[in-house]
């Protein structure tokens, strides 16, 4: 007999059941794991100088609405979930959004 399958048991609460809505995300990493933020844009983009050089940028006003930090060894596990999730999507929908 080998060892007993893992299965992992979840539940959430009410406030975090929602989600939240983000329309901007971010991908960093320390030396111990990588980290997702999740943004929401506030306002529309403003054309803007850099004081310092004079360069016309965009300002794109962001607001972070959630900070998940995850180590290195589930990157992978999340990318193979996404891929696999981007597929479903993509044959139920017949393509890109």
Known sequence: MGEPE???EVSI???VEAGQYANF???WHTRDGFVLD???ITRPPQLT???ESGQA???VPTRIVSRIRIPPSQVFELMKA???QLSAYENET???P
């Open 6 to 8: 893992s299965r992992l």
């Open 13 to 15: 609460s009410p406030e």
């Open 25 to 27: 995300a971010s991908v």
């Open 38 to 40: 999740f943004a929401v």
């Open 49 to 51: 100088e850099e004081p």
């Open 57 to 59: 940028v965009v300002h």
């Open 82 to 84: 996404l891929e696999q």
């Open 94 to 96: 017949g393509g890109s």
